[in-house]
């Protein structure tokens, strides 16, 4: 009785694990940048809500503002920038710092993921000119409104260019 055995070969074995190898090659780079870019898209959706938060509350900055003497205004001009750490928020004016507490306040009330996200404002005349937001300071995957980002941004978010996503003049 000459039994034979069945199996694969070493050499089939090894053409297997090549060609699952390659496929790995193509397949996870590709996975992780569907991965990076769905973190812009959220964070895209964040600056936007953010976005739409802080005009509320600049309005609202706007009326309140009215009533007041000119040398008790909280920001003037209403031209600012407002900075949330996740923790804390600042506001600076002409490169000095104003409270900023209450904006954060009323902004962080409307935007519930607030200690979750770091983002920074830019006010001019009381309306919101843009928004940059990411889920740390120092994360890779920003989003922004009203230009969206559609990649990886390595500056932070505090030292973030304003000027590249403000909205256009309108005529």
Known sequence: ???KLKGFTLMELIIVLAIIGILTAIFIPSWMN?????KVRKQNNNARIIFNAAQ??????????????????IVGSGEFYFYWDGNNGV???DGNSVDGSEFARQLN??????????????????MVQSVVAASGNTNRNKGSYPTKQDGRNTTDVQNFDMSSIVLSPTT
């Open 109 to 126: 009330r409307m935007y519930g993921d607030a200690p979750e996200t770091a983002y920074r404002i830019y006010v001019d005349n009381y």
């Open 91 to 93: 506001a600076t004016k």
């Open 56 to 73: 509320t509350v600049a309005q609202d900055y706007k009326f309140r503002e009215r009533k007041l003497e000119d040398g008790e205004k």
């Open 34 to 38: 569907w991965i990076a870019m769905s």
């Open 1 to 3: 009785m000459n039994k």
